[in-house]
């Protein structure tokens, strides 16, 4: 199938299809932005696509500034010094460019180039963001490079605070970029990990999401069709990275993880966050090690959803156990660590990671009971590498 060129407008205005990202400058002239500040991290910055994408906004008549100053899991330090470099460019917007941390920085950075108050005070808890000026809030453009996070359609940012070595979620509606350009060229040459890895992280958004508790049929239909997609495409992503259909696939794929965990996210989530933030290992790989045990935990609540979801996805078997195969096979394809060791040696702080997972706000929405007792018994499977 030769993949289309179109325009969405959910959850968010969305420009899809190969070399759209010549749409860049028209974008930014479409919100009002003359002097945008791209930001990246220090990987992407050096690639050519940065320096053609400068070219052409220069081209274009617009002013645009560079940060890439960020930490692959991002820190609060990032966000002060892109903020002190929008505002010392004097920059008007934000164009959003990379994998997960340049998009979560650069989200993080539009929002508090126009606040007064410190970052952590707009962690997701109650409505904490309510504190923020929403007219402080600059526009973004998101350029995703990875399918992975989906943070381009996300209304939060990820962001680790170094003094207690925890990572907080920052929260507000406008956190949403205005526009985004899916576009698959962009992810060409991507290294099968991190293609593997960031595509893992799409699914364990999209399978959360539809376990999560609560009543939201749109956010299950969406990652119901998120999930068909990385069945699909994940695998050909991995095997031949220049599969411009899989590609393209997968980013629509990672969009609709992060559209659809809008319901919520659950133990995955609330242990790689803390694995994440003490490790400083690999999200969506992370992610990926966990999913089998935390599915494994959970299995008494979700067994009837996971049997329907996999006969929507046509597995062999229409059941949990069934389901539970594909992953398990799914991720020796693609190459992800089976257990903790196998994510990152020396993984021993389980009973800190364990009470670090308990007050994740992801925790919340995991469909069993994920305190600090369940958080461990997880733990202890997965450096185990035993699913009972």
Known sequence: MSLPNVNWNYPTS????AGRISDLANACKSLGIARPLLVTDPGIVRLPMIGAAMGALKAAGLSAGLFSDVKPNPVGANVTAGVIAYKAGNHDGVIAWGG???????????FMSGQTRPL??????GDWYTRADPAGIAPIIAVPTTAGTGSEVGRASVILDEETHTKKIIFHPKFMPSIVILDPELTIGLPKFITAATGIDALSHCLEAFCAPGFHPMADGVALEGMRLIKDYL????????DIDARGNMLVAASMGATAFQKGLGGMHALAHPIGALYDTHHGATNGVLMPYVLAFNKSAIEERIGRLAAYLDLPSHSFSGFMDWVLALREEIGIPHDLDGLKPGIDRLDDIAHMAEKDPSAGGNPVLFDAAAARTVLDQAQRGALS
């Open 14 to 17: 969305v420009r899809f299809g």
């Open 100 to 110: 997960g941390s340049g998009l979560d920085a650069a989200k993080a950075i539009a």
């Open 120 to 125: 952590w005070d707009f962690e997701d808890i």
């Open 235 to 242: 695998p050909r992503a991995v095997a031949n990275g220049s």
